[in-house]
């Protein structure tokens, strides 16, 4: 099972410090993408030496959207290289799974991440940090700062390490029992609930049009509501969709969404 | 030269994102900065920590981009300092100025970043893992840049100037905006989609999406059902030996 591409745990450690810039290029259509290829693109290039297709579709691959409380990613990313060196050894690994388990977890993991590090860890920072420099103590923004980053630093390294770990080994017992198969229509069957369930979350459009004039002509929004919540941002992802699915340019979609914006705040149809 | 050196802790505070989000770019961090260059650091620190308690909700979670804590917290103790008004004023200087510098950020995060990406998109086509990389750390150090430019000319002008400026962006505009980067997660999603999406899990999208909009399930419960979901609907079995073992691997 073992090859000379293994990963060691410098490798890992070398993706702990890259997995810093973890949100320095984020943005709204793809998020984190380009921090977590960043985070883990010299594991890939190890994995797939002498592998240059499957390094090219690795990297194309991992650039997909990628959202995640900063502080744990590197947990995917281990898992992420653990399945990709599974890819690398094997030909008929369903690539489609790397995707699926990293959908299935980002979202879970952004919800408890998140609210450990801001909930908690950040809430109890800035209680103790202002508490004393209010009174322009400058322990509070020392206090801040070591209160928030000793336990965010450890929770990231443990990550880095633990991730990668999880990967090999239950990937190794699931292969071995011939369940692979099984166990990437499970992980699709996540993927795609947990993308439903964020596309409710995170897609945001809603309507101040009414339905007729008047002062109390009902607001179409509630009418919606009534029939289903979220019906909007299903309707947009599903738009999108249809159009990915017909090879349209995404920049494309990305200039006429702003201006498609900007022509509804105008007329008032979104907002 | 003062202006220059609050360039430069607002450069350094965005830079709070490439070192591990740990948090400096908050006003109770870069406030005693402030302080320190403008001569008062006691009052930097004091104004750093009214800025962090009425900036508390401007958190990213999620995909929410909050008011530019860095501008604002930076120029807004500034001026409080500049102007001798202290603590009080500072929140009603540094929110509008946070919301001019959030509309730049919401361009940059909408359309700059987006195709720088798109470039990303081509190198790893073409393999090279190292310009992707490169991309990366350029597209966040290009933000900084403008974000220390920002609070220079901000510096400069002075705060009459800067309310002025913020008043005269049309509200079109950054309404239109803020819908548009409301719509853009859709297409990452999509596409996301587009590569796991299969005839046999299409139902599994749609019951997720059901659980978040009517029942409100956040995407941890989500995960959950799905989790039961899988284990009621696939048999994880092969020889009933190893049933057990794998059925509780399954989980990760």
């Not at chain 1, 702990?16 to 810039?21: E, G, I, K, Q």
């Not at chain 1, 090219?56 to 653990?82: M, Q, S």
């Not at chain 2, 999406?209 to 039961?228: D, E, H, M, N, R």
């Amino acid at each position: 099972m073992k090859t000379s591409n293994s990963i060691t745990k410098k490798d890992l450690r070398k993706m702990f410090w890259r997995s810093l810039p973890m949100e320095f290029s984020w943005h709204y259509e793809r998020q984190m993408h380009m921090g977590f290829e960043f985070m883990i693109e010299p594991a890939l290039r190890k994995i797939y030496e002498g592998q240059p297709e499957k390094y090219k579709d690795a990297l194309t691959r991992n650039l997909e959207f990628f959202n995640c409380t900063p502080h744990i990613a590197p947990f995917v990313g281990g898992i992420t290289i653990a399945m990709e060196e599974m890819n690398a050894q094997q030909e008929d690994f369903d690539t489609a799974s790397i995707n699926a388990v990293k959908a299935a977890l980002m979202g879970p993991l952004s919800g408890i991440g998140d609210s450990i590090m801001l909930g908690t860890l950040r809430v109890l920072a800035v209680g103790v940090g202002t508490s004393l420099a209010v009174q322009g103590n400058i322990l509070g923004p020392i206090l801040f700062l070591l209160i928030f980053n000793i336990p965010a630093f450890i929770l990231r390294y443990v990550c880095s390490i633990k991730g990668y770990e999880l990967g090999v080994n239950y990937l190794e017992k699931i292969q071995q029992s011939g369940l692979m198969s099984k166990f990437m229509l499970a992980a699709s069957m996540l993927g795609v609930m947990v993308i439903g369930g964020m596309t409710n979350e995170l897609v945001s459009v809603t309507t101040p049009l009414t339905i007729g004039g008047g002062e109390n002509a009902p607001l179409l929004q509630d009418v919606i509501n009534g029939i289903m919540p979220g019906l909007l941002p299903l309707c947009a992802t599903g738009i999108y969709y249809y159009f990915l699915k017909k090879k349209v340019n995404v920049i494309l979609l990305i200039v006429i969404t702003a201006i498609f914006g900007i022509v509804c705040a105008q007329f008032g149809i979104l907002g | 030269m003062e202006a220059l050196l609050l360039a430069l802790v607002a450069f350094i505070g965005k830079c709070d994102l490439a070192t591990g989000t740990n948090m400096i770019q908050r006003p109770i961090v870069l406030g005693p900065i402030v302080g320190l260059i403008l001569g008062d650091l006691e009052m930097g620190i004091t104004i750093g920590a009214t800025l962090e308690l009425a900036f508390l909700g401007s958190v990213s979670v999620g995909a929410f981009i909050p008011p530019n804590v860095i501008v604002g917290g930076v120029l807004g103790t500034a001026f409080a300092i500049v102007t001798g008004k202290g603590p009080e004023v500072a929140f009603t200087m540094a929110f509008p100025i946070a919301l001019l510098a959030l509309a730049i950020d919401n361009v940059i995060f909408s359309l700059v970043r987006p195709l720088m990406a798109k470039l990303a998109d081509n190198y790893a086509a073409k393999g090279n893992g190292k310009a992707v990389s490169v991309i990366h750390m350029c597209t966040g150090f290009i933000t900084c840049t403008v974000l220390a430019i920002i609070t220079f000319l901000g510096f400069s002008l002075g705060s009459a100037q800067m309310e002025a400026i913020v008043n005269a962006i049309p509200e079109v505009i950054t309404n239109g905006l803020t819908i548009a980067t409301g719509l853009l997660p859709g297409i990452g999603f999509a596409m996301l989609l587009q590569m796991i999406m299969n005839k046999k899990v299409i139902p599994h999208f749609f019951l997720g999406f059901l659980l978040s909009a009517y029942l409100g399930i956040p995407v941890v419960g989500i995960a959950l059902f799905g989790i039961v979901l899988i284990f009621l609907s696939i048999k994880f079995t092969k020889d009933e030996t190893q049933v057990q073992e794998v059925a509780v691997d399954e989980d990760f």
